[in-house]
């Protein structure tokens, strides 16, 4: 198993363990993160007003969350797993393996765009990420790479270097919303790039 295998399946037990009020105030957690995280950015998620606005004791948001870093990585990793629901609802469209990537990353692409606060803050946080916010990373990555895997694949039979491939795709994804949150490209621009590798990496 690769190291992203075993952090995803750490996680994924470590869910399990939890009790259904645990998953409540965490679901509660992150959705006051992401209400503040929209309305002001990085700046306006605060420990102690999360911590108010999820309705658990400031002590307990950080067993949960030991840093704001952690809170928002977190947060990013909820919002890509509702993108992964949204998107595995129906099969991606297109004939070839680059059009349903470029269906699956537009879709991804429009999604943060369309919050520019929120996105803001998710991205610096994980720009700020360290080791210690190693699994939830991972968990974003392999969210990531799960849809375009799939949108590859589009349930037939995996071809050579799909992951590695993915990879790629989703490095250069984040760094044009990088560059666009810092106002160094346009949001056409963004995606402009992004479909431009698509189509020098996606074999047909």
Known sequence: MTVVGQVTAQTAAAAETETAAQRA???RIISATLALASRGGFEAVQMREVAERSEVALGTLYRYFPS???????????EVDVLS???QKRQAPGETRAERVSFVLERSTRSLQRDPLLTEAMVRAMMAA??????EVAAIRQGMSDLIV???RNGGEAVEHDVELAAILQDV???RQIAWLGGRMEAADVWRDIHQAITLV???
């Open 150 to 152: 799939q949108a590859m």
């Open 25 to 27: 105030r965490r679901a």
């Open 85 to 87: 629901s949204r998107l």
């Open 202 to 204: 996606v074999p047909d």
């Open 68 to 78: 704001k870093i952690h809170l928002l990585v977190s947060a990013m990793a909820s």
């Open 173 to 175: 994804w984040f760094a």
């Open 130 to 135: 360290d080791s210690t916010v190693g699994p």
